[in-house]
């Protein structure tokens, strides 16, 4: 079965600063990997998604993504945080459903604080 | 616009009660799913649907039932089988077109039993 590992349940940085957040995950195939985003009390927004091919990825908002299969790693990156970044970031991973589509397989999250 | 609309964004549920939240999409996708969240553990699956009037179960089914009677509508029933169904609801759907799709997600349903 899949899984998918946030080893940080809280990040904290500075406003202007650089930003990493760590996922990784076990699947057994070639793995569909997601980031989405989380407002308080708001539904999840896609940030990227890897599917195949060049293993950096660019999303909405200045977001990218690096796929490292040796590391079984999908980490998020963000070269300058806003304030408005701030908010809970879930990793994904999918298994192909017979007949199409995804089932997701989440992690638990990393809720980021950004200091002004 | 296009979306997933879930309806009520707020619901209070008596012990023992039946409730239904509602999911409705108008961006003609086949798939549609229920998760269900709560703080600390992410979201898990809890049913979803590729085609009308069939459904399978996630991986948390006990304690819920859906249908699928139209391509559009998702509806989801907390049974009071559920024994801990306070907790954020989310509605996602995407296209049946192979793996290479994302869920888009509506805004939730916040269920508090009472």
């Known amino acids: 079965a899949q899984s998918v590992t946030q080893p940080d349940i809280h990040i904290t940085v500075s406003e202007g600063a650089s930003l990493e957040l760590r996922c990784n995950y076990s699947?057994?195939?070639?793995?569909?990997l997601f980031w989405y985003v989380q407002s308080p009390g708001q539904g999840l927004q896609l940030l990227l998604k890897y599917f195949s091919g060049d293993t950096l990825v660019q999303g909405i908002k200045g977001f990218e993504a690096e796929f490292k299969r040796s590391q079984s790693s999908f980490n998020l990156r963000k070269p300058s945080v806003h304030w408005s970044d701030a908010a809970e970031y879930f990793c994904?991973?999918?298994?192909?459903?017979?007949?199409?589509?995804?089932?997701?397989?989440f992690g638990t999250g990393t809720q980021l604080k950004v200091e002004l | 616009d296009g979306g997933i609309t879930q309806s009520p964004k707020y619901l209070f549920r008596k012990e023992g009660q039946n409730v239904t939240l509602s999911c409705e999409q108008n961006?003609?996708?086949?798939?549609m799913y229920w998760y269900r969240q709560d703080p600390g553990q992410g979201l898990r699956l809890i049913y979803y649907s590729q085609i009308v009037n069939d459904f399978q179960k996630g991986d948390i089914a006990e304690g819920y039932s859906v249908s699928r009677e139209k391509k559009e509508s998702f509806p989801l029933t907390v049974t009071s089988a559920q024994k801990n169904p306070t907790a954020f609801y989310l509605c996602?759907?995407?296209?049946?077109?192979?793996?290479?799709?994302?869920?888009?997600f509506g805004q939730g349903t916040r269920l508090t039993v009472v």
């Open positions: 699947y057994g195939a070639t793995p569909y």
């Open positions: 961006l003609n996708h086949d798939a």
């Open positions: 994904a991973v999918g298994a192909g459903l017979t007949g199409g589509g995804n089932k997701l397989t």
């Open positions: 996602a759907s995407s296209p049946q077109t192979g793996r290479k799709t994302e869920a888009f």
